[in-house]
């Protein structure tokens, strides 16, 4: 093999160290999901026909016989209904991209809140941050494609959003469509669109994400042992392969269950699409969800110029919106780090209590998004709970402006106090539940000092300072760049608890928080690591 192939050379990758901790599994969970959806898309693809052409379906499902459908919708019927393990096949499809999506959000969460984007894997967030883009896309293709009534609403609906944008957005949805809607190519280009285009990226920019976290190596909880100089984890093989190959097993098993005892869109429930209905209730899968609850909660809002007339109802929330929101996604890194001025390399990641700020605007986020998904269902919620469907958008519109600023500012007190906590167990110890009286009446609890492992835990953590002008080369009149990003350092770093540490563990922690520190020309790696000191 060493004369055909580079064998040898992969010796040293089947022992890297992965971190043994479960949020590292989020990652594996997309992946893993990704290979099901795969697998399943191909046995799909051998019977489903994606076409538009109309006919009269006498299949074996009865309700729908002599009834009038496109192909795409009949062979769907027909892979749910005459085609062995059709139905089963088609449910662990669907569950298996909900919860692709899923695990996809979730792992950048952790991301986040961890600081796992830092320098240097900023590139690597960049690429996750398409990953969920591509996936959304990905998703929605997949979702339309069977051509019922609730999928074809979905395009309706998508339709119209890009007939909103201005001057060139009746062109976009008749290159889109094929010509005016709804066509006959808008189902063929998806599948093209759901089989090949996406899925080829989204694969590819796997492979590069997965050789990224290779070559960067994986970050890294602050425990005993672990620097930002070292990489200390379970080896690839047989640890962490074992671990990894048993998860595949509860992925596919998991989807299996549920798509064999919970049902997941129906398309023989809705009926073949016609322009003319729509069912109640029309709820789209989760991801786009959010698209759909901005779209109800935006008010009725146009302006006519030069004989135009511009859907501000349907472009702000449905355009400019989501382009915000990914966009925001896409810079926040390297926002963060010209604002702290923070250009070390990090490996230990952060405890998202120790960064108050970003906890809090990354759960600021977080809400901002749910009460858009959750207004996505207003229709459904008002029937359910019985209130006023005027009443509950309304409820969501001043929500959605004053929920995220709540989050934030109770976000930040939770993850203070938090901190105080840390400090208080560090000088008083943990509790250990007994009550001592004293002679003379008086009454205390006793305490037990920390395990070395969890004060090591709490004290290994950055302290930042914010930005001064002096540290920014300001003269005497600094620039108004210069004064903003003094301002949003303050801003940033403005709150934090201070824990006062002996010098001699202070200086461990700067050693262990140091960047990569290589010997310079004429020193030994013992002499580099004290310059690093």
């Known amino acids: 093999m060493d004369r055909r192939l580079p064998a040898s050379e992969g010796a040293g990758l089947l022992r890297k160290a992965f971190p043994d901790h479960w949020s590292f599994l989020l990652g594996e969970l997309a992946l893993y999901s990704l290979l099901v959806l795969v697998l399943t898309g191909v046995y799909l693809t051998f019977f489903f026909d994606p076409s538009m052409t109309e006919v009269v379906y006498h299949g074996d499902h009865v309700p729908l016989q002599g009834v009038r459908m ?15 393990g059709g139905l089963l ?16 959000g ?8 961890t600081g796992a984007f830092r320098r240097p894997r900023e590139a690597n967030w960049v690429l ?17 494609l069977p051509d019922d009534l609730l999928s074809g609403t979905g395009l309706r609906i998508a339709q119209g959003i890009m007939t909103s944008i201005p001057v060139v957005g009746t062109y976009v949805a008749f290159f889109v469509f094929g010509g005016q809607y709804p066509g006959h190519d ?25 050789v990224l976290v290779v070559y960067l190596k994986h970050t890294q909880w602050a425990k005993p042992g672990r620097t930002n100089r070292n990489a200390v984890g379970q080896p690839m093989v047989p640890h962490f392969t074992a671990k990894s190959a048993g998860l595949s097993f509860l992925v596919f098993g998991v989807l299996t269950v549920m798509a064999g005892t919970v049902q997941i869109n129906p398309v023989w429930v809705y009926g073949p699409y016609d322009p003319s209905q729509i069912s109640m209730f029309s709820q789209p899968d989760w991801y786009v969800g959010f698209l759909e609850g901005s779209l109800r909660l935006m008010p009725p809002f146009e302006t006519h110029v030069l004989g135009h007339t511009i859907m501000w109802n349907v472009f702000v929330p449905a355009v400019l919106l989501p382009a915000l929101l990914f966009l925001c996604l896409f810079v926040y890194p390297f926002f963060e780090r010209w604002v702290t001025g923070d250009d070390e390399e990090h490996h230990l990641l952060d405890r998202p209590r120790n960064r108050p700020t970003r906890t809090g605007l990354g759960v600021a986020g977080v809400t901002f998004y749910a009460v858009l998904l959750m207004a996505g269902g207003n229709d459904v919620l008002a029937v359910v709970f019985q209130v006023s469907v005027n009443a509950l958008t309304w409820t969501f519109r001043i929500s959605l402006v004053v929920a995220p600023v709540l989050a934030y500012l109770l976000t930040k007190r939770v993850c203070l106090a938090l901190q105080a906590a840390d400090r ?18 008086g009454m205390a609890e006793t305490h037990t000092s920390l395990p070395a492992e969890r004060a090591h835990h709490i004290l290994v953590r950055e302290q ?28 940033f ?41």
Do not use: C, K, M, N
């Open 89 to 104: 096949t088609r449910q662990i499809h669907h569950w298996a991209a909900l919860v692709f999506v899923a695990a996809i």
């Open 493 to 533: 770093h403005h709150d934090s608890v201070d824990f006062t540490v002996a010098p001699g563990p202070r200086r461990e922690i700067a050693r262990r928080l140091a960047g990569p520190r290589h010997a310079g020309p004429g020193e030994t790696e013992d002499q580099g690591e004290r310059a690093a000191d």
């Open 464 to 491: 930042p300072r914010p930005l001064t002008l002096a540290q920014l080369g300001a003269g005497h009149r600094p620039t108004r760049r210069q004064r903003l990003r003094v301002r949003l350092s303050q801003w």
């Open 106 to 113: 979730v792992h950048l969460l952790r991301i986040f809140f």
């Open 424 to 441: 208080q167990r560090l000088e008083e110890g943990e509790e250990t539940g007994q009550v001592h009286v004293s002679v003379e009446g």
């Open 70 to 84: 496109s192909e795409a919708y009949a062979s769907t019927i027909d892979i749910s209904f005459d085609v062995r």
């Open 186 to 210: 808008i189902i063929p280009r998806l599948y093209v669109t759901h089989i090949l285009l996406v899925p080829g990226i989204l694969i590819a920019l796997v492979v590069v994400h997965l």
């Open 128 to 144: 996750g941050v398409t990953l969920f883009i591509l996936a959304v896309v990905e998703g929605f293709a997949g979702y339309s």
